[in-house]
């Protein structure tokens, strides 16, 4: 019987270098180009710079 310790519950990013790649939808993807593991990061509001778009 075999069993394979699985660590897919890991939180620790890989040892490759991460970076953020965005798709033509405007998409933010953090991850691992090596692994191809890509996680999709939600856009930050832009900042309130006094700028306020009226509803
Ligand atoms: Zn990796």
Redesign the pocket.
Known sequence: MRRKPRRTAQRR????P?QHETDWLGRTYF???????WKLTKPKHAPADGKRLAA
């Not at 991850?31 to 593991?37: D, I, L, T």
């Open positions: 990013p890989c040892r490759h991460q991850g691992c180009p090596v692994c191809n593991r």
